[in-house]
């Protein structure tokens, strides 16, 4: 049996209509999705709501938004999971990213960070070496749930963020043929590794299971050992710090 | 946005607000944000205890006045609820460095519940202390 929904949409297109929620009453079925209600709405009620969908299964990561607060996948998200009959839905874009139009956001920032750490992309069926080294981050699909998740992120929009430290991390483990120097810079910095405030939430919302928070304290080691080695005049920081 | 990954967005102070938003947010989350307010409670505590000790500069008698106004219930209480907030803040202190040094990472959860068990034992012994005189 169809429930009758509330979703409160978050409505906005590049500063020129000013952010507000427009309500639509929505009959869904509760084993059927958000994102199957919001595509209902954009198909029944109003074409002009943008939002991101491809894959519907998950790997994509483009259809995810923050679903009553908390950052979602809305294509795998059931409305049984997040709301009753009669209830309320408040569907709004990501944090922490500029907002394109509605629940659009552009999440190019991140894309240029996974860049800047050499973007390791790694399925897990890749042998990856010691089994310690194993972590589910090689299945991330660059979604962004976790920067918008991240509180620092908030308030430091120069911190590089949950998902590209962890690529970071990823990409000094094993570095695959890539110049990990710059990297390890990078990680180095004030705004990188030292700002996490280790709120564990990236990992909390990552659909892919995937450790962010893990793989930051695993490079803070690194970094910790590097520095210590450097007094010493020895590592690879002492190594770039005398050119 | 940038080319070079950073966004273009005016910093928002205001945002620094949210930090205190652990609505639907996971153990972490309400450990972080609780450590920020323990954290600007202390720091208020610092500047009214520093005014407390100016006391001293009228002489003893106001000093011993204050005091016994210190030992009333209601500022017992008081005490019973800086004890907590420094526990609470301390021992999640302890166990940040702790999964900063990589350690417990995967445990974090129980790292913490272990730390705030702790901390209430030392809470009730503290508060019974305090009230026994
Ligand atoms: S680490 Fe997880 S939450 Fe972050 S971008 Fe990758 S898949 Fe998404």
Redesign the interface.
């Known amino acids: 049996m169809a429930w009758q929904v509330q979703f409160r949409v978050f409505r906005s297109s590049r500063g020129e209509v000013p952010a507000h929620f427009d309500p639509f009453t929505v009959e869904i079925k509760p084993d059927e999705t958000v994102l199957d209600g919001i595509e209902r709405i954009w198909a029944f009620q109003d074409r002009t709501l943008t939002f991101r969908h491809a894959c519907h299964h998950a790997s994509c990561g483009s259809c995810a938004m923050r679903v009553n607060g908390v950052e979602k996948l809305s294509c795998v998200t059931y409305i049984q999971d997040v709301t009753s009959d009669g209830g309320t839905l408040v569907v709004e874009p990501l944090r922490n990213f500029p907002i394109v139009s509605d629940l659009v956001v552009d999440v190019s920032p991140m894309f240029h960070r996974m860049h800047e750490v050499g973007m390791p992309i790694i399925r897990s069926a890749e042998p990856l070496g010691k089994p310690e080294n194993f972590n589910c981050f090689e299945n991330c699909i660059e979604c962004g749930m976790c920067v918008s998740a991240c509180p620092v992120m908030l308030t430091s929009n120069q911190y590089l963020g949950p998902a590209a430290l962890a690529a970071a991390q990823r990409t000094i483990a094993e570095p695959r043929g890539v110049d990990v120097r710059s990297i390890w810079q990078l990680a180095d910095d004030e705004n990188s590794v030292w700002r996490c405030h280790t709120a564990f939430e990236c990992g909390e919302v990552c659909p892919s299971n995937g450790d962010p928070a893990g793989a930051i304290m695993a490079l803070r080691r690194r970094l910790i050992l590097e520095r210590i080695k450097s007094l010493f005049g020895r590592g690879i920081l002492a190594r770039q710090r005398g050119g | 946005?940038t080319?070079?990954?950073?966004?273009?967005?005016a910093?928002?102070?205001g945002?620094?607000v949210?930090?205190f938003d652990a609505?639907?947010?996971?153990?972490?989350?309400w450990?972080?944000?609780l450590n920020r307010i323990t954290g600007v409670l202390l720091m208020i505590y610092l500047l009214v205890h520093f005014v407390n000790i100016s006391v001293l500069y009228l002489g003893e008698t106001a000093w011993n006045q204050l005091m016994d106004l210190f030992r009333m219930p209601p500022f017992l209480i008081f005490d019973v609820a800086l004890v907590l907030v420094l526990l609470y803040h301390g021992l999640n202190g302890i166990r940040?460095v702790i999964?900063?040094?990589?350690i417990g990472?995967?445990q974090?959860k129980r790292i913490f519940w272990g730390l705030m068990a702790f901390g209430t034992v030392v809470a009730v012994f503290t508060a019974f202390g305090l009230f026994r005189g």
């Open positions: 946005m080319g070079n990954g950073q966004h273009n967005t910093l928002r102070w945002d620094s949210r930090w609505r639907r947010r996971g153990l972490g989350m450990a972080f944000a940040l999964l900063a040094l990589d990472v995967a974090q």
